[in-house]
């Protein structure tokens, strides 16, 4: 079992940058990627951004490219979201995700695939 705490959500001018960060904790051995979901009122979760532990490799999703970083802090168990150039349209829910399994195109951005959930901070983008 692995539990996610979520913080660095906030509320942040259009155009503006926060930093949310995951802690893991439990048995984080068993990690092989980390990541973030979203979810806006009235709308499906989505697929955010998801780090490969082994070999760094990452994923976005097209939204975000170019405006969003994701990485690791070291060799801590705590994976880091670096959101720049925020829009209205960023505001939502923010789901740290860690899974157990390989990722590929699909499964990167598919809920199901991800073991373990945070309970989500919330990023609200003014215009």
């Known amino acids: 079992q692995v539990e996610l705490v979520e913080s660095g959500g906030g509320l942040v001018q259009s155009g503006g940058s926060l930093r949310l960060s995951c802690d893991a904790s439990?048995?984080?051995?068993?990690?092989?990627?980390m990541g973030w979901f979203r979810q806006a009122p009235g709308k499906e979760r989505e697929f955010v951004a998801a780090?490969?532990?082994?070999?760094?490799?990452?994923y976005y999703a097209d939204s975000v490219k170019g405006r969003f970083s994701v990485s690791r802090d070291g060799a801590r168990d705590t994976v880091r979201l670096q959101m720049n150039s925020l829009k209205p349209e960023d505001t939502a829910s923010y789901f740290c995700?860690?899974?157990?399994?390989?990722?590929?195109?699909?499964?990167?951005?598919?809920?199901?695939?991800?073991?373990?959930w945070g309970r989500g901070t919330q990023v609200t983008v003014r215009a």
């Open positions: 995700v860690a899974t157990r399994w390989a990722l590929n195109s699909i499964a990167v951005v598919t809920p199901g695939h991800y073991d373990s």
């Open positions: 780090l490969s532990w082994t070999g760094g490799s990452t």
């Open positions: 439990g048995r984080t051995s068993s990690i092989y990627a």
